[in-house]
């Protein structure tokens, strides 16, 4: 009888300290969203500089150019 009480014991205890370990807490959750902002910014970021970049290459007008290219030092 006391072997079946250690073992479920043992079963019990490893259960919720895996489930502890697996699970995320609050603060890493935050960092993980900060991080997966950053990312989905940066990807927006080089595609405006990449239709800005397409623009200064199909434009001839050189205002139009400027303006194009201060919109990528911008975003840069």
Do not use: C, H, W
Request: no cysteine.
């Amino acid at each position: 009888m006391a072997v079946v009480s250690l073992g479920i014991s043992t079963l019990v205890l490893a259960s919720i300290l895996t489930f502890n370990f697996l699970m995320p807490s609050k603060a890493d959750t935050a960092l993980e969203s900060g991080y997966q902002k950053a990312f989905f910014d940066a990807i927006t970021d080089v595609n405006n500089m990449d239709a800005n970049l397409s623009k200064v290459l199909a434009s001839s007008d050189e205002r139009a150019i400027r303006g194009y290219l201060v919109d990528i030092a911008i975003e840069g």
